[in-house]
Structure formats: structure tokens, C-alpha cells
């Protein structure tokens, strides 16, 4: 599918959110990372919702892109590379070797439009990477086999916790371990939420620094009903424990009517109230819960603040390991899109 | 190298203290674990220092063999596949696919004789599977450049943190990333020895406890002066940080000469005392140190307690990361080592 040996990778970017941008950041200036060295990643496209596409065969000027951007918080018709399409209509026309699916997540859209963009790719012969969940939690077997019978990659290690490379070590570090079960806080609203009532502070203060920091999703709701939570797991449990849950399936407590004294009550017994998602094998079948916990003061759940995520993985024959993110930057959450593109690159020859 | 395709892999284990039975024990019986379902390995031979030695070319009983040993605690001239063999001339001689070394650390002996076990087996073209932290603080490099040469594996998962796949996680999850610094809390026998004393207990009944349990090294000297430390340190930095650490070389305090008093009244302070193993990348080298360090109560290594381990991996773009392996038993250390025989099954066509 690469052109001549030697020969850049040619990606399709879909959206140009934080995401997007700090990835563009990154490639657009490989050489301030020494592990960054070999990579080769010419950027032919980057297509928005409606915010204006580039696309530019030979590979975009991704700094320019980006200044663009700062200036005008769009790609307007005076650049030379400004293109007219949608992308679907990308993903379907043009010539790359992987697409990027980083348009932020549509929960009440079941996932669409991302869905079809990775289908799309697939269906061509093309790898596919997602920092978007909802190809996981609402289509994860249907992608994965569309990629196998076509021999081609499908990624997505940044979906859950950002740069920790989550999928990676089940796939490669859990080999003949089998995982009955994962835990995790993994949300960064909910959990600045709580830290700010356990403070004295207002739900109204901690939302306001989620979006000004930029990690709150689009729709507050999302977070704030434990809908991210519920995708997550559901990404996670269709991916790790084999079997498929729908967000929906996921039986969800949110922040929606907390008693706001509960978390400081909480925290003066010694203990945290967090919210923690759980899923675990049932049968054949996996089930889901995403519930406001108070977790002891002496498990690692209760030192996770702000953006910090963590995840429990208990397995049959490798015990239980604890993984901790902690005070990831936005380009933590690029990196794990580098990472794959990495993967994708060490993969063809 | 191996024989007819789906022949079993012919295994060779040097070896046969609590991690070399754990080891049998599941070997002995995949059946149990869901994931071992594939795992099709003979082990054509045990060979112990001085407690016998057992050869089958076809593949031992281990059930047999376990039961050998916690009758009589050694391999008796009654059983019919008694051998009278060393373990470097089973290297030499034997045939096998994958040697595996479960021998004690000797730290005073730098890594010797397991270095020349896994250079034996390496020079025959065989892979080789060290749980013995020796051959990677003494000797990593040259090995890992002999199997590299020989294109076989050499694999030691099991070394550190028994069955987090530590090695795994950075090989494969990290790509990219440059790790710059790696900080541990890595032996048990000084961990619960601090526990003890926080809670007025004595440093002999800390002792006791961890030889009882199983989990003091051989010479307890090793634990208390920080040198099993060290080894694993200088283990994970030669691997990890890319450049040669030996264990005599990393600044070293254990706790010998520890006022007993002062682990209670750090507690007292809301922080807690730990024994904690830090390398960190300088120039084109690497620095080491072993030292008691008093831990703030909201850092995740001040909740590691007992037979716990933990370890954080600061890179330039993925950010850190902190993995903790919680209350393992003796069969998640032979995990590791299962772990890496399916590895090296997956390996070979």
C-alpha cells in the first residue's frame, strides 16, 4: 500500500480539535523528540466539520496549518491547499495510507460519523487509527474483523487514558493471563468536580476550569452523567473481556443531584468519594458500572486528582496491576496517536 | 530449531527453588488457566545445584516431580529419570528449545554461573528465559547482542516486578517515547521491615516473616543492604535507559544503622519512610541510587505496602506513568516466566 520503500507515511486527518491540533504539533516538528527520530508521516489532508479542509497530495505544511489556524480558528479559502469536501468524501477519495479519526465523540449518535470514517478506511485497504471512542464501544468486533480480513491495522491506543498504553499491555504484556475484571477512574471532570466540592468549592467553578483547560467533553452532560465513564468501560470491556457492551448496557450513576457536603463528609472519615467505573466477566457475557465510590484512603483510587486517571486490571494467572496517569498535558493524549501511527509505520515494510 | 511443526517446546529449567516449583506447578497443569489453552511445553530436563537432577528427552512428569520433591526436598537416584549432570553441562549438552534459569542470585559472584548458563544456551542457537536479575545487571548488552546475533530470544519479564510486564510495557507501549527517568519501591524483605517497625514491631520478626513467606532473598544481608535492590536498578537501567548500570556502581543505602524509630515518626508526619531505587539517564550514561526516602501521603508509593512493589517511568512524551503489581504470590513470579515461554512459542513457526 506504501508507495516506493523509504517513502513517507501518507495520513488523512479527520478534525482538528485539541486533539488534532497537538498531534499536528508534534509531527510538524518530529525532530524535538530523540525516540522520534525514524518517524516519516506526511500529513495529505486534514478535514474539519465545518471549519475548512486542507488537502495537499505531496504532504501539508503542518506549521502553517497550525498558524492558520491560531489566526483565523479555521482554514479559510485564501490558502493555496484549502479544499472543498466532506470527511466521508475524503476518506473515500483520497490516496493515503492511514486516516486519523479525531473528531470528537457523538455519544447520542451511537459513534456516527467516526464509525463510517474508520469503516471507510478499512474498507479500502487503508490502517485506520481512532483517538475518538465511539468505533470501540458501539462497533468494536465489526471494525477489528473488517481489519483483520483486510490485513490491515486498526488502532486506538489514546481512546482511554491518553498516552498509557492501556491496549498495548493486555495485547503484548498479559500474553496467557486472562482478565476477569477492570476498574478505573477515568473521567477528569467528574473528578475535578469532586475534588472542588471536597474543598469548598461549587460544580459551577470546577466545570468552568474543565472547559477552560480543555478537557471537559463538548457536551458537560456527557461527563457530568457519567456518559464519557460509560463509554470508556464500554470501549475498554469490548476490547479487554472479549465481549461486547454498549454505553448504554453500562448501568450509570452520574453527578447529577449529589448532595454537594458528600465528598468533604466523605473525605473527613478518611476515605474519597469517587466516580469509578467497573466491568467484569458474567458468563459468557461482560456487565458494567459506572458509580460514585467511597474508596478507602489507602487504595490508589483515593490519590487521583484532577486529570489523573487510573486503571485496575485483575487477571487469573498475572495477579492485579494498577496503572497511574498522572498530570498528563494534551500532548500525552497526542502521543498515544503517535504511537500508533508508529506502529502502522514499523508495520509495513 | 524446533522439531516437526505443533512438536512441543522442549524446555530446560536450571533450577528448582520456590519461583522453578511455581513454575512446574503451572506447567504442570495449563489446563487450569483459560489463556494456557495453546501452551504445549515439555520439559525435557530439571537440573538443581546440588539437590539432583531429572532428564527425559521426551518431556518429564512434573506432577511426578513435585511430589519427589516435597517428599524428599531433592531428586532421589530412585526416580528413573535421575540424571548426573551439572547445570552447564545440561546447557551444553542437552537438546532443547528454550533454557530456562531459575537459580538464586549471587550478587558477591556478579551474576555467575546463570550469565554462563544463559551464554551457553545463546551460543547454541537456543533461546533463553532468565528469571535471575544476574545476566541483566552484569551482563545485558553482551547477551542481548549474542541472541540478537544468533536470532533467538532472550527474555527475563519475571526479574522485576515478577508478572507486571515491565519490559513488555516499554518495548511495546512506549514506542516513541524516550524513558528519562525510572523510580521503584522493589524489594519486599525491606518494605515489610519498615511496616514492622512503623508499627513497633522488630526488625527480626520482619525477617522471620519475609524468610517464612518465602520472599527474603537467600542472604538477607542483600535485602537489608539495599544490593537485591540495587541489582534490580541496575537490572531495569541497563534495559530500560540504554546504558550500562552496574549494581556496584549505584549509591546504595539499605537499612542497617536505621534508627527504629524514625519509621513511626515519619508516619506521625502524614508521610512514610520507603526504601526507593531511582535511575535517571546523564549524558550518555546513567546514575543509580538505592536510599530511604521520606514519601509524602499523597505520592502512590506511600501506599505500597508489604510484598507490593511499584514503579514510575517519566518520559519526554508520554508523560508518567506509574504501575503498582499489588500483593502478588509466589504464582504471579511464574507467570512471568509462563509468560515469556509463550512468547518464545509465538515466536517459532
Known sequence: MRGAPGAPLRALLLGFGNVGRAVAE?????????????????????????????????????????????????????????????????VRALDYDVMVELTPL????????????????????????????????????ELRDLADAREVAFLY?????????????????????????????????????????????????????????????????????????????AALASVLLEAPLEPEAVEREGLIGLDHARPAAVRARGARLKLVCEAWRDGAGVRGRVALREVPGDDPFALVEGTSSILRLVTDLAGAIVVTEEHPDIRVTAYGVVSDLLAVAARDP
Not at 60 to 69: H, K, Q, T, V, Y
Not at 115 to 140: D, M
Not at 169 to 174: I, K, N, P, Q, S
Open 26 to 90: 508534534v509531527l510538524a516538528r518530529p525532530e524535538r523528540y530523540l525516540g522520534l527520530a525514524g518517524l516519516d508521516v506526511a500529513v495529505i489532508g486534514v478535514v474539519t466539520g465545518s471549519h475548512g479542509a486542507l488537502v495537499s497530495p505531496r504532504g501539508l505544511d503542518l506549521s502553517r496549518a497550525l498558524d492558520e489556524w491560531r489566526g483565523h480558528g479555521r482554514f479559510t479559502p485564501g490558502h493555496p491547499d484549502h479544499a472543498r469536501t466532506t470527511a466521508l468524501d475524503a
Open 106 to 141: 457523538a455519544r447520542r449518535a451511537r459513534g456516527e460519523p467516526a464509525i463510517a470514517h474508520v469503516r471507510g478506511a478499512l474498507e479500502r485497504g487503508r490502517h485506520a487509527i481512532t483517538a475518538n471512542k465511539g468505533p470501540l464501544a458501539w462497533a468494536f468486533r
Open 157 to 233: 491506543e489514546t481512546t482511554v487514558m491518553d498516552g498509557v498504553p492501556v491496549f498495548n499491555l493486555a495485547r503484548h504484556g498479559l500474553r496467557g493471563a486472562t482478565l476477569t475484571r477492570v476498574e478505573g477512574i477515568l473521567n477528569s471532570t467528574t473528578n475535578v468536580v469532586l475534588g472542588t466540592l471536597e474543598a469548598g468549592g461549587t460544580m459551577a467553578d470546577a466545570i468552568t476550569r474543565a472547559q477552560r483547560e480543555g478537557f471537559a467533553e463538548a457536551d458537560p452532560a456527557d461527563d457530568l452523567e457519567g456518559w464519557d465513564s460509560a463509554v470508556k468501560l
